[in-house]
């Protein structure tokens, strides 16, 4: 996204988000300072904040907002059966000493499966990273993790049908509910997520409050 930021000289300097903060040199030889992002926003018309869709996807479930069809959002067919969607938008990723990128939760897998026979299971996501971190020295951590979970109806036969990856994928981008996420993150990975027996219901209830 662009923003316009006016010069003394009566120019109008084009910047984008990663230059809120910051100074630019103008044509005309001053230097302007760059207001925060927020500003910015605010001037284009904009709320100050962005809210992530993901996020609002998870609020809204905790909340017990999310509306879940009556009928298969897929085929439109009376079901009771309900599916619970993760979307995995962005993954934290690190940056060794040597400049080799690689995933944050590769690192912890790694870590995991080494150990697994003796200390698996009391370690930790971060506890897995430090261990691998310290074996090949100093790496630093890029990013976040940003991920959402929420109820869809979705009959048998369709949730039979969406289990192959490009069905997912069709699936997924005929939802509305979904069009602002997939608008910000494009790449994003689906899968169905198994609830506990006691999970609850249509609203995904007590689970989804904990993962959200």
């Known amino acids: 996204m662009e923003f316009r930021v006016p010069c003394e000289c009566g120019q109008q300097l084009e910047v984008g988000v990663t230059d809120a903060g910051t100074t630019k040199n103008c044509g005309c ?3 302007v300072s760059i207001p925060r ?3 910015l926003r605010e001037t284009a018309g904009l709320d100050a904040y962005e809210i992530c869709p993901a996020q609002e996807i998870n609020q809204a479930v905790a ?16 079901t009771d059966s309900i599916v619970h969607l993760q979307g995995i938008c962005e993954r934290s990723w690190t940056q060794d000493s040597d400049g080799d990128e690689v995933s944050l939760r590769q690192l912890a897998s790694f870590a995991q499966v080494a150990v697994l026979g003796v ?8 506890r897995a990273s430090s261990l691998v971190s310290g074996l ?6 890029f990013g976040r993790d940003v991920y959402f979970s929420a109820p869809f109806r979705l009959c048998d036969d ?13 699936w997924t981008r005929s939802l509305p509910a979904l069009k602002k ?19 609850g219901s249509q609203s995904g209830d007590n689970w989804l409050r904990r993962c959200a």
Do not use: H
């Open 29 to 31: 030889g001053r230097t």
């Open 37 to 39: 992002l927020s500003i």
């Open 63 to 78: 909340d017990g907002t999310w509306p879940v069809s009556a009928d298969c959002c897929q085929c439109g067919f009376g």
């Open 119 to 126: 200390f698996g299971l009391f370690f930790s996501f971060r």
């Open 136 to 141: 090949y020295g100093e790496t630093k951590e």
């Open 158 to 170: 369709c949730q039979r049908a969406a289990k192959s990856r490009r069905a997912m994928q069709a």
């Open 181 to 199: 996420v997939l608008a910000k993150f494009p790449d994003t990975q689906f899968s169905f997520v198994k609830m506990p027996a006691n999970s």
